[in-house]
């Protein structure tokens, strides 16, 4: 194929394409090149043959570790300890009921400021979005929503005493106390246990549980809540109602000349008074018991085949013991038992 | 551009078309390998490196040029290497060549030079490898502009400029050399620097 003409208009071109060489290729040179080419495909096919082909390996070890996680899975869902949703699944209902709730294990971050629209020119979109969630009547500000917060987590721990350690430091960081406490042995298989109650704030709950669940492997999580604004409402409502009943008894009270009446509307008022204390400390453990989750832990030492040697061995002393205890009814037993038996073939 | 059909069984290795390959090209690229260069023999053992360079570079051949194309520049490479092995590159001043007029060969100049063909050769070796590269493939083995560009990954208009240009550098090595063979004198003394 001769160069395109219109290239460049250069003398060279002629010299460069009329450059031949006389010199011809040697006369092997096409045999050589093809032998080369043969070395070279046979090289590839020996090759080929000694290392084995990864393919198929990788291909076998994706499928495999496939079908392990299908597996896991699969077993996740069906085993008892896999991850339990810690959402509130009552909130919706509540939140249909009551209106907006607040969030169960965390306060919502305060709202921005809204800066007013400027006059004469209109809404600005801040302005309109605050105008169109303007609370409803009967709104109830989600800052003094009551939840009540109880947990359940049962653990399989290694070691029980550090483990409560643990917990118990986790707890006092929180913020939180311990209510109540229980420590227990499980004599039959050497496995202690123990269990605990304790009050933390509301707001830790949900940090406190994610750190307690890495203590050990989780059984039994549970999260109840419960909203108490309705009835925390309601006993506000009637301890103002009271109060201003009292106070107009108060005002009858010193009104009134009559003696008789006077004492009548004494013992009223103490009864009253009597009544409203009893309803303000209801509402205060209300108060204390949205403002603090209750938290009950059980923790358990993990079933091994250490511990069940161990309790059979434990076992085995009382069971020695009885058997040596008794031994004065059924020892004689057994000699006259056998003495029975050899004299009639003395006989 | 249409992928040549045979790309697929090169990057095989199917050997009963990598024969014919071999049969058919031998010549051109030990031809190559002369003109650039080195001498009968080791134009020859190049010729075999080129086919083994081919051979194991075959998976990378993405059929966007004929497979000959494809080929010679291996061969390029094979006789690029066997250079930087020999002797450091001796790349031409730039100064000197954005010095320099310029200027065309004669008609006698071009007829001389016609006689001089390992002059021709041997100053086209020496060229960078940009250049040497475009002028191989169009004028050794006459491979089209548009060609080259599709195996080299360039604009055709990239490689005429190529080719323009690297005649031009040619020129200017091979201008002294000739100014000798017709016995002038001393050609000037910017000439003189680039004499091969």
């Not at chain 1, 707001?203 to 419960?226: C, F, H, I, M, P």
């Amino acid at each position: 194929m001769p160069p395109e003409p219109d290239d460049f208009a250069s003398p060279l071109d002629r010299v460069l394409t009329t450059c031949p060489l006389a010199t011809p290729p040697p006369a092997d040179l096409e045999e050589r090149c093809l032998a080369t080419l043969h070395r070279l495909a046979e090289e590839e096919r020996f090759a080929a043959r000694r290392a084995p082909s990864w393919r198929p390996v990788l291909a076998a070890a994706a499928a495999g570790l496939v079908l392990s996680l299908a597996a896991w899975a699969a077993l996740s869902a069906l085993s008892p300890h896999a991850p339990v949703d810690l959402s509130d699944p009552l909130a919706p209902r509540l939140a249909t009921v009551l209106g907006p709730a607040e969030p169960v294990f965390e306060s919502a971050p305060a709202a921005p400021a809204v800066a007013p629209a400027p006059a004469g020119k209109g809404k600005t979109p801040a302005a309109a979005l605050a105008e169109s969630t303007r609370p409803a009547p009967g709104y109830v500000n989600p800052e003094r929503r009551r939840q009540l917060l109880y947990s359940v987590l049962h653990l399989d721990v290694e070691e029980l005493n550090p483990a409560l350690q643990q917990a118990s430091s986790l707890i006092d960081s929180a913020g939180g106390f311990l209510e109540e406490s229980d420590l227990r042995l499980e004599e039959r298989l050497a496995r202690r246990q123990a269990s605990f109650r304790a009050r933390v704030p509301a707001a830790q709950l949900e940090a406190l549980l994610t750190s307690l669940r890495a203590l050990g492997q989780v059984q039994v999580v549970r999260n109840d809540s419960e909203d108490a604004t309705k009835d925390f409402r309601e006993k506000g409502a009637t301890i103002r109602e009271a109060g201003a009943d009292e106070d107009a008894l108060v005002a009858r009270y010193l009104k009134t000349k009559n003696l008789f009446v006077r004492q009548r509307l004494y013992e009223q008022i103490l009864d009253m008074r009597r009544h409203n204390q009893a309803q303000k400390r209801s509402i205060k453990t209300l108060d204390e018991a949205s403002r603090w989750a209750l938290l009950e832990v059980s923790m358990r030492e993990r079933l091994t085949l250490h511990r069940v040697a161990v309790g059979a061995v434990s076992h085995l002393g009382p069971a020695l013991a009885w058997t040596g205890a008794t031994a004065v009814v059924w020892l004689p037993l057994m000699v006259l038992l056998a003495l029975a038996r050899r004299r009639p073939a003395a006989g | 551009m249409r992928k040549d059909p045979r790309a697929s069984a090169l990057r095989r290795r199917e050997e009963h078309v990598w024969e014919q390959l071999v049969s058919s090209q031998y010549e051109r690229i030990y031809r190559l390998h002369l003109r650039l260069g080195p001498g009968p023999d080791t134009a020859a053992d190049l010729t075999q490196d080129t086919f083994e360079a081919a051979w194991k570079a075959a998976p990378q051949f993405r059929g966007e040029s004929r497979p000959e194309v494809w080929l010679y520049g291996v061969a390029l490479n094979v006789n690029r290497n066997w250079w930087s092995r020999r002797r450091p590159e001796e790349p031409l001043p730039e100064e000197v060549i954005q010095d320099l007029p310029d200027t065309e060969p004669t008609a006698a100049e071009v007829y001389l030079l016609r006689q001089q063909h390992e002059l021709v050769c041997r100053a086209v070796a020496r060229l960078p490898e940009t250049y040497r590269r475009a002028l191989a493939l169009h004028y050794f083995l006459e491979v089209p502009a548009v060609e080259i560009a599709a195996a080299e990954g360039v604009e055709p208009g990239t490689v005429r400029w190529r080719l323009h240009e690297g005649l031009r550098r040619l020129w200017i090595l091979l201008q002294p050399a000739l100014g000798k063979e017709l016995g002038q004198d001393a050609p000037r003394a910017g000439r003189l620097r680039l004499a091969p």
